[in-house]
């Protein structure tokens, strides 16, 4: 049951016009900026999107036989994650995420559970997971507490790179976790890769983007991996294959006769 809901909760996590920055000269390999109101301006801006539809093929590997999956996942600014799991043509499990927290069913065992946001960073091996940084994270936007005093940002001829100075103390709900964080950036200011490495422990996220296009003036990218290494490894792929900005309706019901589930 467990291997299911993390299914569920990873895949969550889980127009080509792109323009490049200009670059006049080479740029010495890690040369260190001093500052750039420039890029933490860029990525720390908030979309512009009110609702945002993605259709996804999602790609788990775990060490057990997982066959593709589809899944919708739709995502109000602000309110919600929506998320349809299908395999083979046949609903498997819909889940909803919201300020309050998770909801989610499966079919197969006719069980669904009801969740603040604990349980989804417990599966990422992080504390401060809530909304809006889970939307941050599906569409490659920065989704982690950024103080531009706390981190080194270098830069050469392809990206730009922060590096965290110590490690980052981040509070969430009473707990306080720290990380050592490497994030890395294109030319464009867009998520290339993120790493979060657990400073009490070997758990690391890591988040990586690739194939960014951008849809109605919003960058987006069109696939994302996630790894997490904990106890055992997973990896998640969402190969994202349409981006709609119209919004849709998002039914969530838990059916009949379902038994709720605890997650330990």
Not at 27 to 56: M, R
Not at 85 to 106: H, P, S
Not at 150 to 179: P, W
């Amino acid at each position: 049951m467990k291997k299911f809901f993390v299914l569920i909760f990873c895949a969550l996590i889980l127009g080509s016009c792109k323009t490049k920055t200009a670059i006049n000269k080479p740029i010495d390999s890690n040369a260190e900026l001093a500052s750039s109101k420039v890029f933490y301006n860029s990525i720390l801006k908030e979309s512009t999107y009110e609702g945002l539809k993605i259709n996804s093929k999602v790609n788990i590997e775990n060490g057990s036989f997982i066959p593709t999956l589809d899944a919708t996942i739709y995502l109000e600014k602000d309110q919600k994650v929506w998320l349809n799991i299908t395999a083979l043509f046949l609903q498997m499990a819909r889940g909803i995420a919201t300020t309050d927290g998770i909801k989610a069913y499966e079919k197969y065992n006719k069980t669904y559970i009801d969740s603040d946001f604990s349980y989804l960073n417990q599966l990422l091996n992080v504390n401060f997971i809530d909304l809006k940084s889970l939307q941050n994270l599906l569409i490659g936007k920065t989704f982690i507490p950024i103080d531009e005093n706390d981190f080194k940002l270098t830069r050469n001829a392809e990206n730009y790179t922060l590096t965290s100075i110590k490690n980052q103390e981040i509070k969430s709900n009473g707990k306080v976790s720290e990380y050592a964080i490497k994030m890395v950036y294109n030319t464009d200011f867009n998520l290339e890769s993120v790493s979060l490495k657990d400073a009490s422990s070997d758990d690391n996220l890591e988040v990586f983007y690739s194939n960014w296009e951008i849809v109605n003036n919003i960058p987006l990218p069109q696939n994302v991996k996630i790894i997490i290494n904990g106890k055992k490894r997973s990896e998640i792929l969402l190969e994202n294959t349409k981006f709609d900005f119209s919004k849709m309706e998002t039914p969530y019901s838990v059916p009949n006769n379902y038994k709720k589930t605890v997650i330990r």
